[in-house]
């Protein structure tokens, strides 16, 4: 039986995450990310900075998405969308409400008015599959702040906030980012895409 959420402790110590966070907050890309992108403070309140895949990190998180998807997922992936991942940081106030990360209203439909369109279309179009989320922050950092998913009829669980873990999920699940109480949860968030669902 294949799960949508799995997660691995990955044991990364301090001393590699935390300069990774001070390092990828110092730079001139850190910002306010509703600010940068005009949207809903509604919806979300966090900061960002995107990592491209070539950095480290990312190496490491592609290794435990390939474990997850072949011992449990089982999918045709390709790529980290857009090419890198996301680091996000939320301070006290912040959140990320309920939402899916793909679903059937961003894939593919064809327009049936254009068959030469909808024809490489249907050939190149990538959807988002996995996610990943990588705790960057200790439990003891924050308050509040937790990963929530929801499951059918409304069944909610929170995935583990210890620091280092590393939570792989199907897209399409509904999950969300509680408001931060006090103290500053950071993460690392990627989308990994593929093929079209057949």
């Known amino acids: 039986m294949a799960y949508e959420t799995l997660w691995y402790?990955?044991?990364?110590p301090d001393e590699v995450i935390d300069p990774l966070c001070k390092t990828?907050?110092?730079s001139d890309n850190f910002v306010d990310s509703l600010t940068k992108s005009?949207?809903?403070?509604?919806?979300?309140?966090?900061?960002?900075?995107?990592?491209?895949?070539?950095?480290?990190?990312c190496g490491l998180i592609w290794h435990y998405i390939n474990l997850a998807n072949d011992t449990n997922f089982g999918y045709d992936i390709e790529?980290?969308?857009?090419?890198?991942?996301?680091?996000?940081?939320?301070?006290a106030g912040q959140y990320y409400n309920w939402h899916k990360d793909d679903g059937?209203?961003?894939?593919?439909?064809?327009?049936?008015?254009?068959?030469?369109e909808d024809f490489i279309k249907s050939k190149t179009?990538?959807?988002?599959?996995?996610?990943?989320?990588?705790q960057l922050s200790s439990h003891e950092d924050y308050t509040g702040g937790e990963f929530q998913f929801m499951e059918d009829y409304n069944k909610t669980f929170f995935a583990p906030k210890k620091k280092?873990?590393?939570?792989?999920?199907?897209?399409?699940?509904?999950?969300?980012?509680?408001k931060v109480i006090s103290g500053e949860r950071r993460s690392l968030v990627g989308w990994v895409t593929g093929p079209q669902w057949k």
């Open 38 to 57: 005009g949207a809903d403070y509604t919806v979300r309140d966090s900061q960002n900075q995107w990592v491209p895949h070539t950095h480290w990190v």
């Open 125 to 134: 179009k990538k959807i988002r599959k996995l996610s990943v989320v990588v």
């Open 9 to 12: 402790h990955s044991q990364l």
């Open 164 to 178: 280092g873990t590393i939570i792989i999920f199907d897209s399409r699940l509904p999950h969300r980012a509680k």
């Open 79 to 91: 790529q980290f969308d857009g090419g890198s991942v996301q680091y996000t940081k939320y301070e």
């Open 24 to 26: 990828l907050e110092l």
């Open 104 to 116: 059937v209203a961003n894939q593919y439909a064809p327009s049936l008015t254009n068959p030469e």
